[in-house]
């Protein structure tokens, strides 16, 4: 299509002497950037959303008065500096500063999560740990490596066979839907942060009081849920001048060879036009690269359809019950539950309100096509009762009605092979002037969302009020965000 093909053209919002940046998504790093931009004063922004709201992945949304978000969401405590402070500032005191306690459920018993060092010693099963221990001193002997490097042989050569077979393997194959060793090696690296004993024993001992660092066990949280992060920094950024359009699906950008041109997107069914020389895309990066007009080399849409996200689930109970437990997070590893995670969204916040109701959230990892996908709600959550029994968690009494939500980029997959593809993808949308990709679906990262405001800072530190991008340092940005590892 061309643009005289469009129901309406437009201009920047307003004409300024400062440079217009569209940025697309507005999850946590697309606000976040907006937001650093018109604080800064280095440029006019338009933001363009598919959903209604901000947020993305890290977003709430209210069920029968309490706050929900998409599973379990926590801002840990190991914040760059920077953004701890505007987030403290515009939240005030609806920034609550949490203590975490939930539970693992490993080889049919509960323990506490974040592991503890006396709940190791005496709550796990003796065999299981007898056997972690000979496999801790059959490390010491040295071996040869044999095949090609995978998630499964860096973890069982950090871990010893117990842990990876009876927990490690099963869990991964529940959130990726793939085998271990069809997974890459990075992504023992960055998704596991315990990948050896010694980094076990060492997060395990952070939990010693003592030896506890300052904010291990802690969590920050907003009182109107985590969503409420991206909610105050749109509100800033909106304050500040930032133009966000909502139920803005991203179509195309139209390119020649001096760079970007304009971006087409759709709202209210009626195709738009803004003409831009700087665009940030947050969204899916294998979206983005299907979008490009004139259309990427074969070669690049091949690798588009490599770089592949696991969708998920995400199963609400409203329970006519104050409470359902005093844990907020329930952890559950083996296959035969097929839920990841089950959390209550009261506890996050210390709430009590509203009195008699509270709301569980289950998330299932699973993928357009699977059979649950196309599942009812009532459906769901009838399943889910039966798996909540089954991990021998109480039945959850009274279940008022049932509500599921879709996340369809839930995690990236980091499948063999997939860094060449990724590369493949980076190479070449990095070579169009004015296009920067950035936060967890634009570097395909398996982040948290410090780390993507991380990001969306760092691409605005590396932006002048004169339009000008500071690729170099924006490359060593990109180097300090290889080494972020998740945390749980
Ligand atoms: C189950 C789960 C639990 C998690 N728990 C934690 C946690 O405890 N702590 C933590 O820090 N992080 C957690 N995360 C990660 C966190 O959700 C992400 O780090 C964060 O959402 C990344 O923000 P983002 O802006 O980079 O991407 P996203 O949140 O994915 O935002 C991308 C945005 O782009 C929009 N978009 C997509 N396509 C289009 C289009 N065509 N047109 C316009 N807009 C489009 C989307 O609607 C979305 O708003 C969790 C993630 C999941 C899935």
Known sequence: M??????????????????????????????????QLVKKGLATVTVLEKQGSVGGNAASFELDGIHCDFGSHRLHPVVPPEIMRDLRELLGENLLYQTRHG?????????????????????????????????????????TASGPESFSTVLERGLGRTICREFYFPYARKL???????????????????????KILRKVAKQIPGLKPEGA??????????????????????AAGADFRFGAAFKAIE????????????????????????VWSTIPISLLVRGMCPEA????????????????ILIYLVLDQDRFSN???????????????????????????????????????????????????????????????????????????????????????????????????DRWLSEISGLLTLGRQGLFAHDNTHHTLAMSYAAVNCFSPNGEFDHMRWARYREEFESHVVED
Not at 225 to 236: D, P, R, V
């Open 103 to 143: 539970r693992i459920r490993l080889q049919g018993q509960w323990i506490h999560f974040p592991l503890k060092p006396l709940d190791l010693l005496f709550e796990l099963p003796k065999p299981f740990a007898l056997r972690i221990l000979a496999d801790t001193v059959g490390k010491i002997l040295p071996r």
């Open 176 to 198: 990726w839907g793939v085998d271990p060793a069809e997974l890459a090696a990075t992504t023992a690296k960055k998704r596991v942060s315990g990948s050896s004993i010694g």
């Open 297 to 312: 080399p074969p070669q690049v849409l091949s690798a588009a359809s490599n770089v592949a996200s696991r969708g998920m």
């Open 217 to 238: 066990g802690r969590f920050y949280y907003p009182r109107r849920g985590f969503g409420q992060f991206s909610e105050c920094l749109y509100e800033a950024a909106k």
């Open 255 to 278: 390119r020649d060879d001096n760079g970007v041109k304009a971006v087409r997107y759709e709202l209210a069914g009626k195709e738009h036009v803004i003409p831009a020389q700087n």
């Open 2 to 35: 061309t643009s005289s093909n469009l129901s309406s053209n437009e201009q920047p919002p307003c004409q300024t002497s400062l440079p217009h940046v569209v940025i697309l998504g507005a999850g946590p790093s697309g606000v976040g950037a907006a937001y």
């Open 327 to 425: 844990f907020d997070a329930y952890y559950f590893p083996e296959e035969s539950i097929p839920i990841s995670r089950l959390s209550e969204p009261k506890i996050f916040s210390s709430s009590v309100e509203p009195r008699g109701r509270t709301v569980l959230c289950a998330e299932l990892p699973s993928d357009p096509g699977c059979p649950e996908w196309e599942m009812k709600d009532e459906e769901l959550g009838s399943r889910l009762c039966e798996w909540i029994v089954r991990a021998g968690l109480p039945a959850p009494a009274h279940v008022k009605h049932v509500v599921t939500r879709r996340l369809r980029h839930a995690y990236p997959v980091y499948n063999q092979g997939y860094e060449e593809s990724f590369s493949t993808l």
